[in-house]
């Protein structure tokens, strides 16, 4: 596609529930990025893919959060057992070239942990 | 490791009024310097880049940021600001060594507009 997408761009759900978030990086990009933007803590790394690298995870707040890349180009990150200092709204990017780290960002996934 | 420094939260400014929007950086290593911009309920959109050569960078709108080594800044200004310049902007910094490739943020500056 064009630019990075996410899905849903709204999320709401109950205290306890998992939730899956989604990320289509812009295709060929090797690199992607999850980040985390919230009133409190302002924009965070989460987690970050290149190729067939091991994940670099160094970002992500609890053994509650895990992502996953599927063949280089899908990424879904997964958050369990959710609680509402989760609520924020989740940004991936990607890269072509992560030595020069131009990151482009989708529109961002909302979530709302009632 | 690395950090940026916004001190502006605000900065409430007339249209066609010159604007500077400051951010301070801290690396051990060499780094990349960004702006992005955020529009109200849209996601980031890259500003300008400095990653080597001129230490004066220019974005299509008439945005330039100047990279400082001594004073590790990397200011962004504007001479003639418009209403469509109301967003919030973030200075960011990724290191070229070391720390990854992750981008670190500043907590970003709401530019405000007025007529």
């Known amino acids: 596609g064009a630019g990075v997408s996410q899905s849903p761009s709204n999320k709401v759900t109950e205290k306890g529930k998992d939730v899956e978030l989604r990320c289509d990086p812009i295709?060929?990009?090797?690199?992607l990025y999850w980040y985390r933007q919230s009133l409190g803590q302002g924009l965070e790394f989460l987690i970050y893919?290149?190729?067939?690298?091991?994940?670099?995870k160094s970002g992500l707040p609890s053994d509650r959060f895990s992502a996953e890349r599927t063949g280089g180009s899908v990424s879904t990150l997964t958050i369990q057992r959710t609680q509402q200092e989760d609520s924020a709204v989740y940004l991936c990017?990607?890269?072509?070239?992560?030595?020069?780290?131009?990151?482009?960002f989708g529109a961002g996934t909302r979530l709302s942990v009632l | 490791a690395q950090s940026v420094t916004q001190l502006d939260s605000q900065v409430p400014v007339f249209e066609e009024a010159p604007v500077e929007l400051r951010c301070n950086y801290s690396?051990?290593?060499?780094?990349?310097l960004f702006w992005y911009v955020q529009y109200p309920n849209q996601g980031l959109q890259l500003l300008l880049k400095?990653?080597?050569?001129?230490?004066l960078v220019e974005s299509i709108n008439g945005f330039e940021a100047e990279f400082n080594k001594s004073q590790t800044s990397f200011h962004l200004r504007k001479p003639s600001v418009h209403i469509s310049d109301t967003a919030e902007y973030f200075c960011a910094v990724s290191g070229l060594t070391g720390g990854g490739n992750k981008l670190t943020f500043g907590t970003g500056t709401q530019l405000k507009v007025e007529l």
């Open positions: 295709s060929g990009h090797t690199a």
């Open positions: 400095y990653l080597s050569g001129s230490t």
């Open positions: 893919f290149q190729g067939n690298s091991a994940p670099d």
């Open positions: 690396s051990s290593v060499s780094v990349y």
């Open positions: 990017a990607s890269s072509l070239v992560p030595s020069q780290n131009i990151q482009y």
